[in-house]
């Protein structure tokens, strides 16, 4: 995970996404029609992620919100919102921003 450390990140929008009773709910779109088999739900900090990757965050940037937000210690947060993008990446919820993406190359 060390190799994203400064890296920027972007939710994906190939998802459709609504909030309800507090939790968001998110359901990939593949190939213009909603993968109802991958429904994905977020709570609370989860949401907060989320929006917060509307536009493209680091992860120290995300990791400095969420500890913030919940008045949390510092390190716990760090863990947990790194593996929580991690499975964000994986299933195709973050992304990095294209800019970014072509920058690197």
Known sequence: MATLEGQSFVRTRSVAARVVAGETLLVPIRARVGDLASIYSFNGTGSSIWKLL???KTIAELVEAVAEEYDAEHDRVARDVKEFLDEMLSVGLAEVPTSAAMAAD
């Open 54 to 56: 509307e536009t493209p």
